[in-house]
């Protein structure tokens, strides 16, 4: 008899010990949950806020730049001479470089203002003109005729012809 309440004695306090941890391991597994949202919610609203930053910095950028047009280009060797001697002459109106020296990129704008150009026009190949109007970003590439006057499929005067239409496309 006395082993049987002994045995009652000892599986009682193994319950007490093993309802003590499962209050502490709960309220650790709930000050951590806790901890987690806190960190998930400040992250979320750190990130908001840099967002809001950033769409200011691109509204000031093109109200800024209303009107201006910027030519990206890079240092590929093989259309590198007819971007310098014949596209170029061809850019009648001021523009700023955005020229990309094998992945290092050379322009008086801002890094976040070049990539902010440069999603505007994923899909297109350099060279590239962009042009801000009315808040909107308008671009055309000039890279296939150029690669036809290489081929030489085009002449020079169809080459400013049709590089003329494209930067006539481009609103005023």
């Known amino acids: 008899m006395l082993i049987c309440v002994m045995k009652n004695i000892k599986n009682i306090?193994?319950?007490?010990?093993?309802?003590?941890l499962v209050i502490v391991f709960y309220k650790l597994?709930?000050?951590?949950?806790?901890?987690?949202?806190?960190?998930?919610?400040?992250?979320?609203?750190?990130?908001e806020i840099q967002n809001l930053i950033n769409e200011n910095k691109l509204k000031k950028f093109r109200k800024n730049n209303e009107g201006g047009y910027f030519l990206l280009y890079s240092s590929n060797k093989k259309i590198k001479m007819e971007i310098e001697y014949l596209l170029k002459p061809l850019l009648t109106f001021k523009y700023i470089?955005?020229?990309n020296n094998r992945n290092q990129i050379q322009s008086e704008l801002q890094?976040?203002?070049i990539q902010h150009l440069k999603s505007e026009s994923e899909r297109l190949k350099f060279p590239i003109i962009?042009?801000?109007?009315?808040?909107?970003?308008?671009?055309?590439?000039?890279?296939?005729?150029?690669?036809?006057?290489?081929?030489?499929l085009i002449s020079k005067t169809e080459f400013e012809k049709?590089?003329?239409?494209?930067?006539?496309?481009i609103p005023l």
């Open 13 to 20: 306090f193994f319950g007490f010990i093993a309802l003590a």
């Open 29 to 47: 597994v709930s000050a951590i949950s806790i901890l987690i949202i806190v960190v998930i919610i400040g992250t979320i609203i750190r990130q």
């Open 97 to 99: 470089n955005i020229y």
């Open 111 to 113: 890094n976040y203002e």
């Open 130 to 152: 962009y042009k801000i109007k009315n808040d909107n970003i308008y671009c055309a590439s000039f890279f296939e005729e150029i690669q036809q006057y290489q081929k030489e």
């Open 162 to 169: 049709r590089i003329n239409i494209k930067l006539k496309k």
